[in-house]
């Protein structure tokens, strides 16, 4: 599958479909990108950032960074991981010294975006990802660089 225009709309009906168009996704993505991951718990947010991550190289196990906030992965370029579920706001995520990584040489991602949105840049990839059953998930690509 060819992520290429925007919004682009795709209806997984697995996880491994899910990381699939992380997979294909990450191909569209350059320095400096950051993707901004919004939807409710078990939704797969996880799931498209491995897909990501395994586009870009990364051959290490990517997992939520609940507790650890930010993980880092490199491969062809770096991929920051960060998940703002427990932050309570925008200065909770400044206060990380996220600057440097949102506008720096990898690609962000932030899960739980929807809980800082005047944080997201305004040339984000929003992808929104809403639970249809037990299986299927909708996902939804919209913005990016202009």
Known sequence: MLVENFPFEYCSDSPE??????????????????????????????CFTQGLAAGLGIEEPVTSPTYTIIAEYSGTMPLYHIDAYRLRDEEDFFDLGVEEILYGTGVTVIEWSERIPGAIPHDAFFVAITIVDSTTRNILITGGPT
């Open 17 to 46: 479909s899910t990381r699939g168009l992380g997979v294909s996704f990450a191909g569209r993505l350059q320095r400096g990108d950051v993707v901004a991951l919004q939807g409710p718990l078990g939704s797969g947010k996880t």
